[in-house]
Structures are given as C-alpha cells and as structure tokens.
C-alpha cells in the first residue's frame, strides 16, 4: 500500500481531522491516507463468524439507500458494520491517526476557494450485477440521500459529475464535515436507485423541498421501495439461498472490491440481539460480537478464553421525552430535575460494569472530547448535573409541582406516573431504562419500564408513540461533535422523524437561552459544523455545547464503551492488539474489525 500526506459514525465523535490545515494550505496538504487494494493474492479460506440482529422478509428488506441517520427502518445488515462488506462507502476513517483507507475512491481533495470537495473514483470496479461503478452512482446516492432529509443537504448547493470517474460536492458555504458525509456514505448503484434519484433531482431543480406536498410523497414512496436484493460493490455478496431467522452467509463477490484482498471465503453472520447471541459467543459458534453484554456474560467469556476489547463508542442511551403528550416536560426545570435525580454513575454500572461510564459534562458529546473543542472557560459554564435529590425537589418545586406524601403531582395536579420504553433485545439498555425507572420512582415519580422489540421502538418513537423513552444520545458514527447534535436535536425529533410521519420527541428548535438569547437550533447545529478555520469550528461547537447543557433536550445517562468478545485461535488467528490505535475507531462505525477484513489484516488461523 501507499501512503500520502493528506490533513483532513447501532446504534449509530471524537476529532475533527486537520481543519486548520486545510483553511491553510487548501488541497494540496490535506490527511495522510493509504488506499486498499482493489485486488491481490488473498490466500482464500476458513469463515469468519460474527453477529447482527436483521428481520427477514417481509419485515427485512433491502433497500439500503440513505444515512446513518436517515435509512430506512429493518433493511437487512446494511444498518450495522457488516454492510459494508457489501456496499461500501469511498474510504473508512483511522480516528487515532487521522487518515483515511481508500475504498471506492481512488483519492480525495478540497478546494477552499471554490468551496468544493471532488472524490475521484476508482476506474474498472464493477457491480455485481456487471455494470461499471461510475460518478453517476454518486449523483444517485446523495440524490436519494436528499429524499431521506441527510443533514447533508443543509451544506450543499449542487453535486455534479464532470466525467465518468470524478464527483464534485458544491457546498453553499464552507464546512469540513461534508467530507466525512461525503467518503463516509455508502454508495449505492443507478440501476436500482437511478429512478428514485431522477424524482428528487426534478424537485431540486423545480424548487422543492421535502416539506412540500411531492416531497412528502415521494419520501412516503421511497420508505415503501422494496428491491429484489442488493447490487452490491464490495468483496462479499449474500447467499441468498442462507437468509433464514438464525443466520445469514457471506460469499465472496469475485468482482467486487478487494475480493483478492479478503481472507476469508465466507462470513457467518448468526441473527439476534443481546440474549440471542450471548449463548452463541459462549459455544464458540460466534468469534467477534458488537453488542452490549452483561457484566455476567463478559465474566463467562473471559473464563472460556475470550478477550473482551474495549473500544470507544463515543455515545450511549438517553432519557427522550414526548413534549406532545406530556407538556409539563416543557418546561426545563423539570428535565433538570430528572437529571439531578438519576445516578448516572450507579446507571452505567448496572447496566454494563466498568464499560459503562456515567456522563459528567452533559455537552451532547463525549466527555473525552470536550476539553479538544471548549476551552477550560467554557468547559467550566457546563452545568454536570450531579446526583442531588434536593436540587431535583427544589427544581421540581420551582415548576409548580407537589409532593403529595411520597409522590409527585405536576403542576397541573396530574400524578406524575409514567411509562419509559426500550429496546428489549438490548440488554444495556434495557438496564439502563429499568434502573432509570427504579431510581426515579423512589424519588416519587411513578415510571413503569417496558421493553419494545429493537426494529420496533424507534420507529414508535418517531411516529410519537411512547412517554418516556431510551435511544441514543451523541454519534459513534462520525468523528466530529456535529453529528452528535444532529443524532441529539434531528434523528428522533422533528427533522428526521417526519421521515416515519410523526415529530419524535417534538422538542422545537426554535428556543429562548438563558445565554444566548433567541436562537434556532438547526442553525446552531449547521453552524458547529461550518468552516474550514479550526477557531470558527470551536466557538460553534462550545456553543452548540452549552445550549445543549442548557436547556437538556434530553438527559444521557452513560457512555457505552464496547466490551467485545473476541475469541482468537481458533477460526481468527488475532485480532487487533489493545494497543493498535484502529482500536480507537467506534465500534460502529469504521469498526476495526470490518476494516482489518476489508484489508486482509484480520485472517484465517
């Protein structure tokens, strides 16, 4: 492989790359990348078995366009790591190092002046289904990344593609994160998508937006769009004679993108969640998992052998309350009691033993990487919220609400009594939503906890069908705190879920600060992304951070870090050591292992 300097995120962000040097130096000095190789002399062999939750058809399918942020609901391993081994995106990330793997793309620049990013594209790459891989296929994607409301869209002005291998982002003013929307996105094919990516250029051209009656259809149509199957890029296809309730299987994709690289013949890939894979990780049928096991079931898997790797996740579960049904959550004394009434530290604990770290700052980001974009001064206006049982009665009291003996009555005189839901299958959040029910109605606020099956809970979520609710606070998708206020403020409320038909959250971003003043948050989180100039990016982000502290549209709990079992020698010959800065990418986005598979690093024992 060859190296260039180059300076410049389930339940899907630490640094930004090289800002400074790019407002700098423009192209010519952006982030060192290495790009992988399209093929090679793979000593082909063995299986590689992992684990993902997926419905199978009808509720699975496989429509895999869109974002983190924005895809469709129940598409089939596309929503996790292991998509990638399908259709990849242009590079992965190394988040320690700063520097880009090459994929797709062959390289990547900016130009400051012109306000453009351009990818160039690998030329012979093939579909699956023959046709070449081409600039169209970009046009296609983040076309119909338009139609599933990508927070993209907010930076760009027009995309184009000047010839067959050379894609241009346009941006409407000048922001770093559009090149990790930009490499990041996973590129899907114009024979499948290529219609779908005509409506949305039509509405674009004629002025439309997707709050306008066609756009509202046609995003409707896009969610229902069911293909045959994947037409996919990368080294492995699914053996679609293998998609059954327990397990799906990975073939290798003779003309797809590093299928001589890879090591593996097949990749194994056992159905479930938390309870469903735990009993296989322990029989040996699992070598590497995701999810988010008990304390118990590390403590088992250490003692048959396992190493249990503990990468970052730069992100966790949070309290979502719905501000429709329940108004008196409105008011933010009221949320700032909830969070002085939770041990977050005791909640992390419960839920994932010394891989879950109870949140300090409250910034809407990863503790790790506040002190990277606040200054020390800034740092010290963020309220923690600490474990205070009068603060919360004084809050609480303050809002008009009474203690009526051991319990609370809102100010309206309604019994404060509630339901909170959670994605059943996910044992650490499942802990965190019942501990979080138990310590609350010890205080005197009534919540009963209640699990929803995983597919199901955040579209419930965004169609407004809940109370209280645990989804996602912060972004391990992407390494730059703007996308963790897009996951905080726009996934699960008003931006993104009008997507399922409903406000999510229905937290308005149109606010009063007691900082700041009047303020409209859309634009507040478009700004923490905006820039080139490394100062511009920090006063942006600290003060998206301190409204977030503020007015806490939710209230995160613990950062979940991975407790990964990863059983070596056996099919795996390693995995890669504690040590290895990949280690440091999220888990669920440039995950380590994915990309050692990708590179051929990881391999057969």
């Given at each position: 492989?060859?190296t260039?300097?180059?300076?410049?995120?389930?339940?899907?962000?630490?640094?930004?790359?090289g800002?400074?040097?790019?407002?700098?130096?423009?192209?010519?000095?952006?982030?060192?990348?290495?790009?992988?190789s399209?093929?090679?002399?793979?000593?082909?062999g063995?299986?590689f078995h992992?684990?993902?939750?997926?419905?199978?058809?009808?509720?699975?399918?496989?429509?895999n366009?869109?974002?983190?942020?924005?895809?469709?609901?129940?598409?089939?391993?596309?929503?996790?790591?292991?998509?990638d081994?399908?259709?990849?995106?242009?590079?992965?990330?190394?988040?320690?190092e700063?520097?880009?793997e090459?994929l797709?793309?062959?390289?990547?620049?900016a130009?400051?002046?012109?306000?453009?990013?351009?990818?160039?594209?690998?030329?012979?790459?093939?579909?699956?289904?023959?046709?070449?891989?081409?600039?169209?296929?970009?046009?296609?994607?983040?076309?119909?990344q338009w139609?599933?409301?990508?927070?993209?869209?907010?930076?760009?002005?027009k995309i184009?593609?000047?010839?067959?291998q050379?894609?241009?982002?346009?941006m409407?003013?000048?922001s770093?994160?559009?090149?990790?929307?930009?490499?990041?996105?996973?590129?899907?094919s114009?024979?499948?998508?290529?219609e779908?990516?005509?409506?949305?250029?039509?509405?674009?051209?004629?002025?439309?937006?997707?709050?306008d009656a066609?756009?509202v259809?046609?995003?409707?149509?896009?969610?229902?769009?069911?293909?045959?199957?994947?037409?996919?890029?990368?080294?492995?296809?699914?053996?679609?004679g293998?998609?059954?309730?327990t397990?799906?299987?990975?073939?290798k994709?003779?003309?797809?993108?590093?299928?001589?690289?890879?090591?593996?013949?097949?990749?194994?890939?056992y159905n479930?969640?938390?309870p469903d894979?735990?009993?296989?990780?322990?029989?040996?049928?699992?070598d590497?998992?995701t999810?988010?096991?008990?304390?118990?079931s590390?403590?088992?898997?250490?003692?048959?052998?396992?190493r249990?790797?503990?990468?970052?996740?730069?992100?966790?579960?949070?309290?979502?309350?719905?501000?429709?049904?329940l108004?008196?959550f409105k008011d933010?004394?009221?949320?700032?009691?909830?969070?002085?009434?939770?041990?977050?530290?005791?909640?992390?604990?419960?839920?994932?033993?010394?891989?879950g770290?109870?949140?300090?700052f409250m910034?809407?980001f990863?503790?790790?990487a506040?002190?990277?974009?606040?200054?020390?001064?800034?740092?010290?206006?963020?309220?923690?919220?600490?474990y205070?049982?009068?603060?919360?009665?004084?809050?609480?009291?303050?809002?008009g609400w009474?203690?009526?003996?051991?319990?609370?009555?809102t100010k309206?005189?309604?019994?404060?009594?509630?339901?909170?839901?959670?994605p059943?299958?996910?044992?650490?959040?499942?802990?965190?939503?019942?501990?979080?029910?138990?310590?609350?109605s010890?205080?005197?606020?009534?919540?009963?906890?209640?699990?929803?099956?995983?597919?199901?809970?955040?579209?419930?979520?965004?169609?407004?069908?809940?109370?209280?609710?645990?989804?996602?606070?912060g972004?391990?998708?992407?390494p730059?705190p703007?996308?963790?206020?897009?996951?905080d403020?726009?996934t699960?409320?008003?931006?993104?879920?009008?997507?399922?038909?409903?406000?999510?959250?229905a937290?308005e971003?149109?606010?009063k600060s007691?900082?700041y003043?009047?303020?409209?948050?859309?634009?507040?989180?478009?700004?923490a992304g905006s820039?080139?100039?490394?100062?511009?990016?920090?006063?942006?982000?600290?003060?998206?951070?301190?409204?977030?502290?503020?007015?806490?549209?939710?209230?995160p709990l613990?950062e979940?870090?991975?407790?990964?079992?990863?059983?070596?020698?056996?099919?795996?010959k390693?995995f890669?050591?504690?040590?290895?800065?990949?280690?440091?990418?999220?888990?669920?986005?440039d995950n380590?292992v994915?990309?050692?598979?990708?590179?051929?690093k990881i391999e057969?024992?």
């Amino acid at each position: 492989m060859t190296t260039q300097d180059f300076d410049l995120s389930r339940r899907r962000l630490f640094q930004l790359a090289g800002v400074g040097a790019v407002g700098a130096v423009g192209v010519s000095g952006l982030a060192a990348c290495s790009p992988a190789s399209p093929d090679g002399e793979g000593e082909g062999g063995g299986e590689f078995h992992g684990a993902w939750p997926f419905k199978v058809s009808p509720e699975g399918h496989y429509n895999n366009a869109g974002t983190p942020f924005a895809g469709v609901p129940t598409r089939i391993l596309t929503d996790g790591p292991y998509g990638d081994l399908l259709c990849l995106p242009s590079a992965y990330y190394y988040w320690a190092e700063k520097k880009w793997e090459y994929l797709i793309a062959e390289s990547h620049s900016a130009d400051a002046a012109a306000n453009t990013y351009t990818v160039k594209i690998r030329a012979g790459l093939k579909w699956s289904d023959g046709t070449a891989i081409s600039s169209e296929d970009y046009l296609t994607t983040f076309h119909v990344q338009w139609i599933q409301r990508s927070p993209l869209w907010n930076f760009v002005s027009k995309i184009e593609a000047p010839d067959a291998q050379t894609f241009t982002i346009t941006m409407n003013k000048p922001s770093t994160v559009v090149e990790r929307y930009l490499l990041r996105s996973n590129i899907v094919s114009t024979a499948v998508y290529g219609e779908w990516a005509g409506k949305a250029k039509a509405l674009i051209d004629g002025k439309k937006t997707m709050d306008d009656a066609e756009g509202v259809e046609l995003g409707k149509s896009f969610q229902e769009f069911r293909p045959e199957k994947y037409n996919v890029s990368g080294p492995y296809d699914i053996d679609y004679g293998t998609v059954a309730d327990t397990q799906i299987t990975l073939v290798k994709n003779p003309s797809g993108f590093a299928a001589g690289t890879v090591k593996f013949d097949k990749v194994v890939l056992y159905n479930g969640e938390t309870p469903d894979v735990t009993p296989l990780v322990s029989d040996g049928s699992v070598d590497y998992a995701t999810h988010g096991f008990p304390v118990a079931s590390e403590a088992a898997f250490k003692a048959a052998g396992f190493r249990i790797i503990r990468p970052p996740n730069y992100s966790g579960p949070a309290i979502l309350f719905n501000l429709d049904k329940l108004p008196e959550f409105k008011d933010v004394r009221v949320r700032r009691a909830i969070a002085h009434a939770i041990n977050r530290v005791d909640n992390g604990k419960v839920a994932l033993g010394e891989s879950g770290k109870g949140v300090e700052f409250m910034a809407g980001f990863a503790d790790g990487a506040i002190d990277q974009w606040l200054t020390p001064e800034d740092k010290a206006k963020l309220n923690p919220y600490p474990y205070d049982l009068a603060k919360a009665e004084a809050l609480l009291t303050e809002a008009g609400w009474k203690k009526d003996g051991d319990t609370w009555k809102t100010k309206e005189g309604k019994a404060a009594e509630y339901e909170i839901q959670f994605p059943s299958e996910f044992a650490d959040w499942s802990q965190a939503g019942t501990n979080a029910a138990e310590q609350l109605s010890s205080f005197g606020i009534k919540v009963t906890p209640r699990g929803v099956t995983f597919t199901q809970a955040p579209i419930d979520i965004d169609k407004g069908n809940f109370q209280l609710a645990i989804q996602q606070w912060g972004a391990s998708a992407h390494p730059h705190p703007h996308f963790s206020f897009v996951a905080d403020l726009f996934t699960h409320n008003i931006p993104i879920a009008k997507n399922q038909g409903g406000k999510g959250m229905a937290f308005e971003l149109k606010v009063k600060s007691e900082i700041y003043g009047d303020l409209d948050l859309t634009t507040v989180v478009n700004d923490a992304g905006s820039g080139l100039d490394e100062a511009e990016q920090k006063q942006n982000v600290t003060k998206a951070a301190i409204v977030f502290n503020e007015l806490l549209p939710m209230v995160p709990l613990f950062e979940r870090l991975g407790n990964n079992p990863a059983k070596e020698g056996g099919r795996v010959k390693a995995f890669p050591a504690d040590t290895d800065p990949v280690v440091q990418n999220a888990m669920y986005a440039d995950n380590y292992v994915v990309l050692g598979l990708l590179t051929g690093k990881i391999e057969p024992n």
